[in-house]
């Protein structure tokens, strides 16, 4: 007696576990993506308060608060883009894409890899190698956090302000 193989040939079960797991992708990363921005305000606000209340020079707080402000803002509009489409692993991967590279501007704004950013950096890193294994989705966003990290270079030294007088 021959060997039984799924109707449609050997290939069949195998493109069909494939439709599975890509369906399954799709419906993480839209869940995700909906989600995000209420995820992130909360962080995003803790992180720029924790910056002030470390001593951070007002203007570097500024600029971080508007970055992180930007960041929220272009993860709501996504959201409400997507709140009757479903995602695709190419949206997903260029959404962590642009993540990446927006938190790039962040720890540049905020000393470099001395920021307090820099752990932040690698969220969509490991978001991606969730979704996508060691897949070609998990590559771009690894592969901008390495870029990132080694042109950044070691973390600069801040001029300390020298104290001012008060006049009596």
Known sequence: MA????????????????????????AAATSFLRWRPVIVAPVAAANLALFVASGADSSDAKRLGAGLAVMTSAFTLESLALRRREVTTRWLSLSLLATTLGLAVGMYITGGVGSPILPLLFAPTVTAFAAFGQGHGSVYPLAASVIVLVHMGPPMPRPRRKPTRTSA
């Not at 040939?9 to 369906?23: K, L, Y």
């Open 3 to 26: 060997d039984r193989q799924p109707v449609g040939g050997p290939d069949s079960a195998a493109r069909d576990d494939e439709q599975v797991a890509e369906r399954g992708t799709r």
